[in-house]
């Protein structure tokens, strides 16, 4: 069974740093398209940043560039997602997934995602 968990969520005010940590199974974790998502209440669910597990490449949503970065360590299985200059509009519940990796580039965009956890709240106020 697919397990990704998430943590190091939190609430913060604006200006602040969080790093969120997605774990899986490291037999999971080889050759995989890893993605950080978020949805903020009444709002879609919003692709933020990916990597290839294989290779290390990012991908990041304009929203977040320059603010966020998407990391990982191989050897643990886990990803991160260092997060900086928190604004209230980056409030959401903050999602890892998965897919597996088919060449090209890692999409940022939910559908193409097969594996999610369960969320970490982030919650950044003014």
């Known amino acids: 069974q697919v397990r990704l968990v998430e943590s190091g969520g939190g609430s913060l005010q604006s200006g602040g740093s969080l790093r969120l940590s997605c774990a899986a199974s490291?037999?999971?974790?080889?050759?995989?398209?890893m993605g950080w998502f978020r949805q903020a209440p009444g709002k879609e669910r919003e692709g933020v940043a990916a990597i290839y597990t294989g290779g290390g490449n990012t991908y990041y949503a304009d929203s977040v560039k320059g603010r966020f970065t998407i990391s990982q360590d191989n050897a643990k299985a886990i990803m991160y997602l260092q997060m900086n200059s928190l604004k209230p509009e980056d409030t959401a519940m903050y999602y890892c997934?998965?897919?597996?990796?088919?060449?090209?580039?890692?999409?940022?965009?939910?559908?193409?995602?097969?594996?999610w956890g369960q969320g970490t709240q982030v919650t950044v106020s003014s």
């Open positions: 997934a998965a897919y597996r990796y088919s060449g090209g580039y890692c999409y940022t965009e939910s559908v193409h995602y097969t594996y």
């Open positions: 490291v037999y999971f974790y080889n050759s995989r398209c």
